[in-house]
């Protein structure tokens, strides 16, 4: 029995707060970084730096805030599957509306 | 064979009965099987949520290049510094409910009812700062409907936020579209503020129950579940900001 109850408390990773400070920073310079990046006219890079910094914020936070680097197989293939699925309908959409007009302009 | 088993099973669990704390459901084996349990449950709930939030972005990245042109200039509308000052409250709000779950799980109790207290005031600042920006709109009746005006992109020189971006005038057809952004703006950021409503009534009921202790005694999943579910409405929000606010400011 004490040998589950310590098995118990070594499987559940508690994350220390440094760690929580290293991401908000990295949170606050990303940030900084997307706003400063709009007021620079990159043309058509603009929606993309922003969109892959939005990226990169998101997956700091699901690994650090939301502890998905310490968690179990199966939380982090679920968060894998759902994020899969949820860009392959997204792709797939927008690969309708860009695809339907092929050649007719 | 069958009486040896059922004898060990029997010892088993007259073992297990007086040794697992009060708040491990008997169905579960372990206290590690029902917190990996409820945090599985917690995800695939969230999942639906970014499949509901994924359909509106999806929504917007359509019919801003239908409405490429009319998108721009409705964008011109929001002001930076205002959602920029949202973003770093949000963020702030998660890092102080991170903090929350590692006081909860270290069984700090002061530091816990400080953290909640800290994340609903940030919260709570980013709906009064939600509600200045909604006001604006609704002050140059730039909200869908009835009394929707579009002098702002018909004549931009009429309107500051306009002229201040350089926009040039929209023709009419064009210029109604606007009615689109502004449909999904409130689409958009409405459903997230929603979620902070409901996130924040939730921080006041564990505010009041942790300070009775009832987090901090080994049982954390409420408060573990409760801070994914703030860390999700914070990310649709690291999407939000740049997808409406940011990316047409040259455009």
Known sequence: MTDQKEME??????????????????????????????????GIFNPIIALAIACTKAILVVLFFMHVKYSS???????????????TLIGMTLADYISRAWGQW | MSDSTAIAHGEHEAEAHEAHPAFLRHHFENVEQQADAAGFAMWLFLLTEVMFFGGLFTAY?????????????????????????NTLLLITSSFTMAMGVWCAETRKKSGLVLCLVLTFILGLGFLGIKTIEYSEKIEKHHV???????????????????????????PLDMARHT??????????????????????????????????????????????????????????WIFLFPLLYLISRHS
């Open chain 1, 9 to 42: 408390a070594a499987s559940h990773h508690v994350v220390s707060p440094m760690i929580y400070v290293v991401i908000l920073i990295a949170l606050l310079v990303g940030t900084a970084l997307t706003v400063g990046a709009s007021y620079i006219n990159l």
């Open chain 1, 73 to 87: 197989k199966l939380t982090k293939l679920t968060v894998f599957c759902g994020i899969f699925t949820f860009l």
């Open chain 2, 179 to 236: 009615e689109v952004y502004f449909s999904l703006y409130f689409a958009m950021t409405g459903m997230h503020a929603l979620h902070m409503i409901i996130g924040i009534a939730i921080l006041a009921y564990m505010i009041y129950r942790a300070q009775a202790g009832a987090y901090t005694a080994g049982h954390v999943t409420f408060v573990e579940n409760f801070g994914l579910y703030w860390h999700f409405v914070d990310i649709i």
């Open chain 2, 61 to 85: 990245l359509i019919y801003r290049n239908w409405y490429y042109p009319a998108f721009v200039s409705a964008s011109h509308q929001l002001s930076i510094p205002l959602g920029a000052f």
């Open chain 2, 144 to 170: 869908p409907g009835f009394h929707y005006n579009l002098s702002s992109f018909l004549d931009p020189d009429s309107d500051a936020a306009a002229r201040a971006a350089g926009d040039k005038p929209l």
